[in-house]
């Protein structure tokens, strides 16, 4: 057996593993703790879909937020509007936040460094106030309250989502689905050409390669799995906000790659669990738990610059080369 099929087969073990450990949570988790794993999910995926712009393209963006709150917001309208389909609501979701961020991207991917952050957090920002002033469509400051939320209907079985535990497996369902492509998007001749982006885009356009065409794709793709985020947490929390769409939570999967590790394929959702594990012990304890939070990062940044996951990953491949 060659090298690359026993990674993928391990790969494999590796993701069944851990999706079967996830379905049994909640057989096992108390709902309080289930509904922090909801959000961990979600937002763990969140954080991995713009890993996809920053780890293996080398693009710093900070305003993948207001993709997240197209496919909120996009989803809250079509349950408002009496749509029952799921797979049609959240297909709704992604699309709208794909052809944002295709505008947006293109717009933007002609910038480096610095520059492409900045002229990100401007568009995610005009996204913020158009859902915060567009009282009519949006809501307005007080958003889109979701008054009933579509049920699975399988084969005349109907569940209900307002269940925290079909919430979470549904939930788990939809993004599992979404981490596979994104694996596969990774491992493919594509993701081998976003790699090269990111390590020398010179080198790649002077052998023939569109590097604004890679970096649009990239970042459109990017945008639409975040407004699947999104819409999957429109529907958890009941409701679509222009908060979802605020610079500060564009920090959020930002944040949570550094903890985990943007070299990591899993990193930003390990940092997802960091983020709000420490955020409820902390809460417990003071209302002041961002500071906590800064302290926390300060020293992963300093003593771990891989992250923690991508830190011990990278000490197990020392262990085994020596």
Not at 88 to 99: E, R, Y
Request: proline share 3%.
């Amino acid at each position: 057996m060659t090298n690359s099929a026993k990674i993928l087969r391990n790969n494999g073990f590796l993701f069944f593993l851990l999706f079967a450990i996830l379905a049994a949570a909640p057989f096992i988790l108390p709902i309080y703790w289930l509904i922090i794993l909801t959000e961990i999910i979600i937002m763990g995926f969140f954080a991995m879909s713009f890993n996809l712009l920053f780890g293996f393209t080398g693009l710093l963006s900070f305003g993948q937020a207001g993709f997240f709150g197209v496919g909120a917001y996009c989803t809250a309208l079509l349950i408002q509007n009496g749509i029952e389909s799921l797979t049609l609501i959240l297909s709704a979701g992604i699309l709208g936040a794909l052809l944002a961020a295709l505008i947006i991207g293109f717009l933007c991917v002609k910038r480096d460094e610095i520059y492409f952050s900045m002229i990100t957090l401007g568009f995610g920002m005009m996204l913020y106030t158009i859902a915060h002033n567009w009282i009519g469509v949006t809501g307005g400051s007080d958003g889109l309250p979701l008054c009933t939320i579509p049920a699975i209907k399988l084969m005349g079985w109907e569940v209900s989502l307002y269940d925290p535990r079909w919430m979470y497996l549904f939930s788990l369902s939809v993004i599992s689905l979404g981490v596979l492509l994104l694996w596969r998007l990774t491992r493919s001749p594509f993701g081998l050409i976003l790699t090269a982006v990111r390590e020398n885009k010179e080198r790649l356009a002077f052998v023939g390669a569109n590097v604004r065409w890679v970096r649009l794709t990239s970042f459109t793709i990017a945008g639409g799995l975040a407004g699947l985020a999104g819409g999957l947490f429109a529907l958890f929390n009941c409701m679509a906000t222009p908060d979802f769409m605020h610079w500060s939570f564009s920090s959020r999967p930002v944040l949570m790659t550094v903890m985990g590790g943007s070299g990591i394929f899993f990193g930003p959702a390990f940092g997802a669990a960091i983020f709000f594990i420490l955020e409820q012990l902390i809460t417990n304890v003071t209302e002041n738990w961002m500071i906590f939070l800064g302290a926390f990062l300060i020293p992963i940044v300093i003593f771990f610059p891989r992250g923690i996951l991508g830190t011990i990953v990278e000490l197990v491949k020392r262990r085994r080369e020596s």
